[in-house]
């Protein structure tokens, strides 16, 4: 059949795609209602097989389900996703029946550009293959006599062949099929071997015309082979639907979703791929022109086109300034910039040696430039320091004046002003003439004032860096320091490596002016009294200021996209609008002559997460810049960007041991219905599943907790349900949630939205019998509503009052809250990594003192609760499970003391016990720390370090492969430092039993 098939032979090696799409050509005509259905089928079975290839986790099995996980993640392109669009709504349009033709050669259409947009990102081929219009029988084409129109009619099933169309169907159809049929002609349009441009138009149209006559031919022959192997193709189509999604690592899945994001659905011919590049040259400010031999070119940034060389000549050579600084090779659609082979996941090996033959190719220009051509180069050594091999889709740059030049995939060409600040760069400091030979040299980061996890991530960067990797990740536990990372990070790009601009992106707006005074009160570690914005100014993205001088911006994602597409920017804070990052299709990103690609020299984003790097994913791929991205918990679809270039790793668990973090317990309330009323259940859980190694968490999709697209957890919004949800939590609180408390403790409430957090906040008044000021609901309507969220988070953040805030997405992410206690989730939670956030603004330790001028009657932050009343921790979530896994009414510290003494602990004993010392140490003085460090001859940190690396999944589980005995000297080790030293154990119990003795 892929011999016959005119249009879709060259999908062979999918046998379902092929059988859809020659059914569907077939049947065009003799009944387009069947043809119809069929590429709606052929869409299905594509969108099928992205799934599986990508691992892509969607919420049902329809073609809409499909498309929604793909666009969410980030797989299709805005262009393609139209594409598929437009299939999935077949068969929820009127369709009238004399246009049925017309809208089934146009899905068919449709589903060639989607197959060779497959088959190309598949195998990196570019021959050019154009659409083979089917010839329709006579009578389609003939318009009959006038007569009384009759109102569409929608059919729900195949009808018989259409015998003719209405007035006016005939002679569109025929201008439609004229327009196929040129555009196939200039699919075969090659101009290179041509003796003049009319006699390759005219080979390209007599072979046009002799495909469209082999596809008429072979007709027949498809029909009858398409009818034999339906039996075949219904049982491959179910065998499909119980294949799993292939299992393939981060690195291998991006590199197919970037080529499939990479890959240009139609490549034009030669003609057409030039007045593309030349567009996109004038769009970056280049004039392009043709040769002049008496008067070298002028202006900023002159692109001549077609410039005889010694032997052969130059698509384009580029002068700035009157200098020859570059070459750009226009390549046609068949070239591929980096080649391979499908391994069968739909990844291919890496591009290296097409990356070496691409630079070979364009190093060939400056052996062949003319003499007077070298006399009016930039640099005689180096004639043509700047190049560029575009298809005017695709476009890969080289840089010769970096160490290592290497060329990489851009998404436009760098404007005159910009090559032109390179070279005053270069001839400014001839040992280190591009940013990238000055990342080499960076000093290394100080340590005064930062932790050593800070510190350690900072030196992965600059490695990174230096080895001239495009994107690099950070892994710091929520509460370890991202900001501070992010703003010395950026402090040594901007001071000691010349970067021009940095961009940093937040989650929310909100964060992002707090971010900006963060920058302004950081002080430059060289000179204490130097402020950072007083060197490097820093500014958020308005559309007052866009950038401006700034060489620090600070903004979200959906503000960035904003200004990209041209919208006015609200200078407001708290913009809900700007704010939010779902989306189930990917996001259009045009070229901005204001916000040019190499307006940033480096991306930090702060906080990232799934979105970053699905729908929005075309906001950062639009910049030619380094990216760098700061997570708490790293999955596939983050890990996977990054090129599994992990530079740091800082896991909560370590974050905990070393005091940066404090441990949390699990509360459940759960309230249900009954024949009688409404029942409520209370009480700690603890969860017994065991954790996975990070390993293997970073390989695993996020998913959402929910099924068929509802989030997990079920969401509290009646009154009497809530009523007795909040009753439970204030009764619960100072006997079982945190014993002993008679002030209720800083308390962040997650509600659904703005209106149900003021529910929430007026009944925990009430509730409690307490003022206005006790519980404030603080949401994006707060300014709205009178109230200024800034003055409102400063209180509660630093202040007694008020012990509880109410929010919905304002606070749920990247605030900084050291003086939390409690969470009290009264709402859904899409994903794991979602609750991870969450989590994070209630783990960060806090020093006693500090602690208790708003805790009341707490001496010290010992711990954090989290209250689940929506149910959202009852499944197996790796972000639930604490280090305290055994209660104290089960196990007191005394007993797990003596189990370390007899080195017979088990693996949850001693994290447990882990647990417990952390929560002491919140509490001890400096020397009563030291005390202990003497008695056991290191710190106590040191000895919370061994225990929590003990039972550690990438240590543990490697122990149980070997076997029990292994687990049991893995444990003895770990506990071996307080079993050796009894008179260290008998104080931390003395110090444990008198707290503040």
């Known amino acids: 059949m892929a011999a016959q098939s005119a249009n879709f032979g060259f999908l062979a090696a999918h046998p379902l795609l092929l059988w859809y799409g020659a059914g569907a050509e077939w049947l065009v005509y003799a009944n387009p209602w069947a043809s119809l259905l069929r590429s709606r089928s052929f869409g299905e079975v594509l969108a099928d097989e992205l799934v599986r290839r990508t691992t892509v986790v969607p919420q049902g099995g329809s073609l809409h389900h499909l498309l929604r996980a793909l666009g969410a993640d980030g797989v299709l392109t805005p262009r393609v996703f139209a594409a598929f669009a437009r299939l999935r709504d077949i068969g929820g349009t009127r369709y009238d029946p004399d246009e049925e033709p017309l809208v089934a050669l146009d899905a068919l259409r449709n589903c060639f550009t989607l197959g060779v947009w497959f088959h190309r990102a598949l195998t990196g081929d570019r021959a050019p293959l154009g659409f083979v219009p089917p010839t329709p029988p006579p009578e389609l084409l003939c318009d009959p006599p006038a007569s009384p129109r009759k109102p569409p009619v929608h059919r729900v099933v195949p009808r018989p062949a259409v015998r003719g169309t209405g007035r ?58 398409l009818a034999s192997l339906e039996p075949e193709v219904w049982a491959a189509r179910r065998d499909v639907g119980r294949q799993a999604s292939a299992r393939i690592s981060a690195g291998r899945r991006e590199e197919f979703v970037a080529r499939l994001r990479r890959t240009v659905p139609e490549p034009g011919n030669e003609p057409q791929a030039r007045v593309e590049l030349e567009r996109r040259l004038a769009a970056a400010g280049w004039v392009v022109r043709n040769p002049h031999r008496r008067h070298p070119p002028d202006g900023l940034g002159v692109a001549v086109r077609n410039v005889p060389l010694c032997t052969g000549h130059a698509d384009y050579l580029l002068y700035v300034d009157g200098s020859l600084v570059g070459v750009v090779e226009a390549g046609w659609a068949e070239v591929e910039p980096s080649g391979g082979e499908d391994d069968g996941v739909g990844t291919r090996p890496s591009g290296v040696a097409s990356e070496v033959a691409l630079a070979a190719r364009l190093d060939r220009y400056r052996h062949r430039l003319t003499v007077e051509q070298r006399r009016t180069a930039w640099r005689r050594d180096h004639p043509l320091p700047f190049g560029y091999v575009s298809t005017g889709g695709e476009t890969v740059f080289v840089n010769w004046l970096a160490p290592f030049p290497r060329p990489r995939d851009v998404t436009a060409f760098h404007r005159p002003a910009t090559l032109a600040r390179w070279m005053r760069e270069a001839d400014e400091n001839p040992t280190a003439p591009t940013l990238r030979a000055r990342l080499r040299q960076l000093p290394p980061p100080r340590a ?68 900006v005074q963060e920058f302004v009160d950081y002080r430059i570690p060289d000179d204490g009294t130097a402020p950072f914005a007083g060197r490097h100014p820093v500014e958020r993205l308005s559309g007052a200021t866009m950038l401006g001088s700034a060489r620090v911006i600070v903004t979200t994602v959906p503000r960035l996209h904003a200004a990209l597409n041209g919208a006015p920017l609200p200078d407001a804070d708290d913009d809900p609008a700007h704010d939010s990052h779902p989306r189930d299709s990917p996001v259009e990103v045009p070229y901005h002559p204001h916000l040019p690609p190499e307006t940033f020299d480096v991306i930090i984003v702060d906080d990232c997460h799934r979105a970053t790097y699905g729908a929005w994913r075309g906001v950062l791929e639009y910049f030619d810049a380094f990216t760098v991205g700061l997570t708490t918990a790293p999955v596939q679809q983050t890990l996977g960007f990054h090129h599994e270039n992990l530079v740091a790793e800082y896991p909560d668990e370590q974050a905990i041991a070393d005091g940066v973090t404090v441990d949390f317990d699990l509360y459940r309330i759960r309230a249900t219905a009954t024949p009688t009323g409404l029942r409520v259940e209370a009480g700690p859980v603890v969860p017994r599943w065991e954790r996975r190694t990070r390993a293997e968490r970073y390989q695993e999709v996020e998913r959402d907790l929910g099924y068929l697209g509802a989030p997990a957890g079920r969401p509290v919004v009646s009154g009497g349900e809530l009523r007795l949800v909040l009753e439970t939590f204030r009764d619960r609180l100072g006997t079982e949630i945190f014993p002993g408390r008679r002030e209720v403790p800083k308390t962040l409430v997650l ?45 509660f953040r630093s202040q007694p009052v008020p012990r509880i805030v109410v929010t919905d997405d304002l606070l749920a992410t990247g605030v900084d809250i050291p003086a939390l206690e409690c969470l009290v989730i009264l709402r859904p939670v899409r994903t794991a990594g979602c609750l991870a956030r969450m989590k994070g603004r209630v783990a960060r330790a806090i020093a006693p003192a500090e602690f208790r001028l708003v805790a009341g009657d707490a001496l010290a932050k010992e711990r954090f609760v989290v209250v689940d009343a929506v149910g959202i921790t009852e499944g197996a979530v790796d972000e639930v499970v604490p280090l305290h896994r055994c209660p104290e009414r089960e196990l007191s510290l005394r007993t797990l003391l003596g189990r370390a003494a007899r080195l017979d602990a088990t693996p949850d004993e001693i994290a447990t016990l882990a647990a417990r010392l952390c929560r002491l140490r919140q509490r001890l003085t400096g020397a009563e720390l030291a005390e202990l460090a003497e008695l056991g001859g290191q710190p106590l940190a040191q000895i919370v370090r061994g225990l929590v690396d003990a039972v550690a999944p990438e240590q543990l589980n490697a122990a149980r492969a070997v076997g029990l005995d292994a687990v049991r000297g893995l444990m003895a080790t770990a506990v071996r430092p307080l079993a050796a030293v009894p008179v260290l154990r008998d104080r931390i119990l003395e110090l444990h039993d008198n707290p503040g003795r």
């Not at 900072?458 to 080895?467: F, H, K």
């Open 751 to 795: 509600a659904r939205d703005a209106v149900h957090a003021d529910e929430v906040a007026a009944l925990l008044r009430q509730i409690f019998a307490r003022d206005d000021t006790f519980a404030v609901a603080l949401t994006y309507g707060s300014r709205h509503a009178g109230y200024d969220p800034d003055e409102l988070f400063e209180a």
């Open 448 to 515: 005064r004032d930062l932790r050593a996890a800070q510190v350690e991530a900072l030196r992965g960067l600059d490695r990174s860096l230096a080895d001239d990797r495009p994107r690099a990740l950070i892994q710091l536990a929520a509460g370890a320091g991202k900001t501070r990372t992010v703003i010395v990070a950026s402090h040594r790009l901007l001071e000691h490596a010349g970067a021009h601009r940095v961009l940093v992106l937040v989650d929310r707006d909100n964060l992002a002016r707090r971010l």
């Open 168 to 225: 006016g169907a005939g002679e569109r159809l025929r201008a439609e099929l004229r327009r196929y049929r040129t555009e196939l002609a200039a699919t075969r349009l090659r101009l290179t071997g041509s003796g003049s441009a009319v006699a390759a138009q005219r080979r390209a149209a007599a072979e046009a015309d002799r495909m469209i006559a082999a596809a008429d031919a072979a007709r027949a022959t498809v029909g009858t082979l």
